[in-house]
């Protein structure tokens, strides 16, 4: 049973900082992708950073240049260090998890069957 658990959300003024934790625990696959997405209040489910088994990384462009996605093998534990938040990046953020069976791990959420509960952020003007 693949679990995944985010942390490391919450309340931050514009131009801060945060770092997002995902655990993961259970996943098997030797070649994989893993990601991470936000979701706001009415909107669409959003792609921000992936990540395959071979450190390869790809960022929307909302986020690029700001956010950075990393891992750490040993603890099976993904990242996501924010900098320079915006109040626009406040959301729920999910961090999602799949195989990888392709040149690149791609960015829409139907491509993961493996979803944490997700980790509020929310970043005041």
């Known amino acids: 049973q693949v679990q995944l658990v985010e942390s490391g959300g919450g309340s931050v003024q514009a131009g801060g900082s945060l770092r997002l934790s995902c655990a993961a625990s259970?996943?098997?696959?030797?070649?994989?992708?893993m990601a991470w997405f936000r979701q706001a209040p009415g909107k669409e489910r959003e792609g921000l950073a992936t990540?395959?088994?071979?450190?390869?990384?790809i960022y929307a462009e909302s986020v690029k240049g700001r956010f950075t996605i990393s891992q750490d093998n040993t603890k099976k534990t993904l990242y996501l260090q924010m900098n320079s938040l915006k109040p626009e990046d406040s959301a729920m953020y999910y961090c999602?998890?799949?195989?990888?069976?392709?040149?690149?791990?791609?960015?829409?959420?139907?491509?993961?069957?493996?979803w944490g509960q997700g980790t509020q952020v929310t970043v005041s003007s």
């Open positions: 259970g996943y098997t696959y030797s070649s994989y992708c």
């Open positions: 990540l395959n088994s071979d450190g390869g990384t």
């Open positions: 999602a998890a799949a195989g990888w069976y392709g040149v690149y791990c791609p960015t829409y959420p139907g491509y993961f069957g493996y």
